[in-house]
């Protein structure tokens, strides 16, 4: 019988990402989610299954929202996934969460400031990063150090965000399901440990 714990969790990973992310949207709250599902996909499932979700993620949030250029960003969630996915899927200490919320920050933080000097003519695409650049731009600060200002403040806040709240997700979600994503961690490894002795 085949097990569809897998293809549960994908789902629930970008339901993660798109229902945060659309409330924040919603309120104008200063922050943007969509890295939660994509980071709780990638630690319990593996990198391939976080691009997946980044990329479905992504291509949601530019079809309803800001249209094609943010796409751009979908790269972050990719990275994302590779790195610190891989990274907490080893090991999912305290310290390995704020390491990931570094990395999360920093790589968030290039691709916010790249994206909007490029594609959006230093305006951020969201409405805190707009209120707070139009703070700067008006007290007489050069626009593209008032867009990369307003990054900042936002960005901070995606990333202790979406680390916390796949923390909490993982804590929750039933231990029968963390222990079948593990088993089929394991059986891929000794698969391929198998061909490699064939070879």
Not at 38 to 54: H, K, N
Not at 106 to 118: A, Q, S
Not at 124 to 143: H, K, L, S, T
Request: overall charge neutral; hydrophobic content about 50%.
């Amino acid at each position: 019988m085949r097990d569809n714990k897998p293809i549960l969790l994908l789902y629930i990973g970008i339901c993660l990402n798109l229902v945060l992310f659309f409330v924040a949207h919603y309120f104008k709250m200063p922050l943007l989610p969509y890295h939660t599902g994509t980071l709780y996909v990638a630690t319990l499932l593996g990198s391939g299954a976080g691009i997946l979700t980044a990329a479905v993620t992504f291509l949601a949030i530019s079809l309803f929202c800001y249209g094609q250029d943010f796409l751009w960003m979908g790269l972050s969630g990719i990275i994302i996934s590779v790195i610190v996915g891989e990274q907490l899927k080893k090991e999912t200490r305290i310290t390995n969460w704020l390491v990931a919320a570094g990395e999360v920050f920093l790589l968030d933080l290039f691709f916010y400031i790249f994206i909007v000097l490029w594609k959006n003519d230093s305006i951020p695409y969201d409405y805190a990063g707009q209120r707070i650049f139009m703070f700067f731009y008006e007290m007489g600060v050069d626009e593209v150090f008032s867009a990369c200002l307003a990054a900042l403040p936002v960005v901070l806040l995606t990333s202790l965000q979406s680390v916390l709240t796949a923390f909490v997700a993982i804590l929750c979600t039933p231990a029968r399901w963390l222990c079948a994503s593990e088993e089929a961690s394991l059986s891929k490894q000794k698969s391929l440990k198998r061909q490699k002795q064939k070879d």
